[in-house]
């Protein structure tokens, strides 16, 4: 993977991910959509009057010269490493806020764990003896999954919706700007999707040859998952526990399970675990560190959570 100079002339450079070529092969290929992206771009290099360096000295016309002349990646075939940051269309023109996705961290069963994490995220007991040792060594469990008994007491919940307040919470979120279906990423080889209060296993859509398990969830099809959020009493009493300043879009709730293969065996500890293993209260507990991806299928807009799959050494 390398960069390609964007300084002259353009260079189109196109290949076919995995997924793609498997589909080619299938015969009766035919593109029906496409997605853009700007990963390489940083819009604050646009040299203007309120640039830090202040506005480029040949003129307007080459404000976003050092833009157009950033080099841009290559192209390469791993198909979950592509386009972080995908272009999205809407049909207003008047928009001023765009919807995000932000991490629940308000609502005690949903607060992610922070102590033993690099950013915000979610540690997981791949078996029953793990679980119990979790619980007696960790002093806070906040953020602590049961991967191999999920209960429904603690489970990941996004929230969706414009994260301003210059716009009341009490106003309903636009159905365009709404998220009503999600697609979750994770390492099918290392856990699956479970229903947040752990009684119902989603099936995957696919598992790519990469072994990453990708599902749709729906708040048509899947409430379990996914529910259409309700505008903010006006009762100034009311409790604010959504993650999302302004205007209410939808939230994501779910939990994750442990695979057979972590919860009866170290081999993947041993293929893909990290090399030191995490000392809490005096125990060893071997390490892998994962990551699920939650992509919001009509907005675009994507979020990465940390996760670590801990059994006790």
Known sequence: MGFLDNS??????????DTGRFRIARGGFKITKFALGDDEINYQLF?????????HPSGSAYYDLQIMQTPVLESFTNNTSLMHSKLVS?????LFYLPVMRLNTIVQPNIPNSAHMNSQGFIVGVDTDTQDSIVAKFSSLEGVLKGATPDGAKFIRLDQGLDTTELPATTALDMDLREDQYQIQLDGRLMQLISPDGSLVATPSFIDDDSIANYYLSSGTDT????????????SGTVNDYGISGPRGSIL??????SINLNTSTYLYDLVGNATNLTVGGQEYRVIDTTIRIIGVSTGYRIDIPIKLLKKA
Do not use: C
Not at 47 to 55: E, I, Q, T
Not at 224 to 235: E, F, G, L, M, R
Not at 253 to 258: T, Y
């Open 8 to 17: 002259g002339d353009i260079i189109l450079d196109a290949v076919l991910t």
């Open 90 to 94: 809407y049909q207003s023109n008047d």
């Open 47 to 55: 040299r203007n009057s309120n640039h830090p360096d202040g506005a």
């Open 253 to 258: 709730r779910f939990s994750l399970k442990a």
């Open 224 to 235: 379990s998952y996914v529910t259409i959020a309700s505008p903010k009493a006006t009762d």
